[in-house]
């Protein structure tokens, strides 16, 4: 089993590109018409994406939280940023963001453009006081300067942020990834694909289990993700003690309210801090499960290291709180139904994540 995963991981370094209609079990790619996808930009994004400039130290890139080899997250409970600091999230895998309705854990943003700056400025992630310090070493590397002419047609004096951006995203919505084994058995009727085991965890998943309600699965393709938000506990303790006169300030003034918490007291009001809705008071985004063996930690605070962990939470019911989701009640699950669970899971691993092409 770990020679196997270890062979996994080696073929993951290596994106690879392929035409998107190849790829099984992924709906059909949307495209910004504001932002086409093209070679010249997709290198480029790419190229912003790995440069450490982009960070108050040096030291800090995109892709250091969102790792080629750990199917573009960082394996570690919370971000870290520069000079260590740790953030308070979770990094999500970037693997198939492009078919995501909103981006971060809080659902924050609404396109993969929006997403790219917020890190940038973030005072524990990239630490920039501003954008100007992007625009800077840009604007005094010849080769950042032939690549924005060849994908944009613009010289040194137009570009900004917004050209910055749409490199970023474009090269992120290349990174796909299907073809799994869950794909060839459900999708394509493959059915010596899955282990017995296997079988009876998908089995499992989408009926006794419940996971399919929130982790979804179509008829012709599977994101493992209804875009939606739910609170199923985690991290809620981090409120408790501040929640009843948080909800009585919030009724008033919610922005108030807000502000007389502490960091990670904030960071735990997770949906709200957009919304501003009660219901959404601890709420957070269904995260994909596909490559979900590669991506651990799990949760939104990186709190469970293992699947059997995540299995194990869901089945006790959660951690019992007045915003906890209806869809989240104790499962009941035998220990052959856990492993099969998790054995399922596992199956959601794709060979290699795709670079489309255009």
């Known amino acids: ?11 993951l370094i290596c994106v690879t590109p392929v035409n998107a209609e190849k790829i099984v079990g992924l709906p059909a790619l949307s495209i910004p018409a504001n932002n086409p996808q093209s070679t010249d930009k997709i290198a480029l994004g790419k190229k912003l994406f790995n440069d450490v400039r982009f960070s108050s130290n040096g030291t800090v890139s995109c892709a250091s939280c969102h790792q080629t080899n750990k199917a573009f997250s960082d394996g570690v409970p919370k971000a870290i940023g520069i000079n260590g600091l740790i953030g ?8 198939n963001a492009a078919f995501l309705s909103s981006l971060f854990h809080d659902g924050r943003r609404q396109s993969l453009e929006e997403q790219a700056l917020d890190p940038l400025t973030n005072p524990v992630e990239h630490g920039l006081e ?6 800077d070493v840009i604007r005094q590397d010849p080769s950042y300067l032939k690549g924005f002419l060849s994908t944009f047609g613009i ?42 085991s296997e079988a009876r965890g998908l089995r499992t998943f989408r009926r006794k289990a419940n996971c399919a309600n929130c982790h979804e699965i179509s008829w012709d393709h599977a ?23 948080f909800l009585k300030t919030a009724n008033q003034d919610a922005s108030q309210a807000i502000a007389q918490l502490k960091t990670p007291q904030k960071a735990a009001l997770g949906r709200f801090i957009v919304s501003r809705q009660l219901k959404d008071i601890g709420a957070y985004k269904t995260p994909t499960l596909r490559n979900i063996a590669l991506t ?13 962990e995540v299995v194990e939470y869901y089945n006790k019911g959660g951690e019992k709180n007045e915003f906890l989701n ?4 104790p499962l009941h699950l035998s220990e ?14 794709s060979p290699n994540i795709h670079s489309v092409k255009n």
């Open 155 to 196: 010289t040194v004096e137009k570009i900004d942020m917004n050209h910055v951006v749409k490199a970023i995203a474009s090269y992120e919505r290349t990174l796909i990834s299907g073809n799994s084994r869950f794909d060839y058995y459900f999708l394509k009727g493959k059915r010596p694909v899955l282990t017995i």
């Open 88 to 95: 308070q999230r979770n990094s999500p895998t970037l693997v």
């Open 223 to 245: 994101l493992f993700t209804d875009n939606r938000f739910y609170n199923i506990g985690v991290g809620f303790d981090t409120l408790r003690l501040v929640l009843p006169e």
């Open 1 to 11: 089993m770990m020679k196997k995963l270890f062979l996994t991981l080696l073929t």
């Open 130 to 135: 501003n954008h100007l310090s992007v625009l």
């Open 336 to 349: 052959q139904e856990k492993e099969d669970l998790v054995a399922f899971m596992k199956t959601l691993t």
């Open 326 to 329: 209806p869809a989240i009640f």
């Open 296 to 308: 651990a930690p799990y949760m939104h605070d990186g709190s469970m290291a293992t699947l059997e």
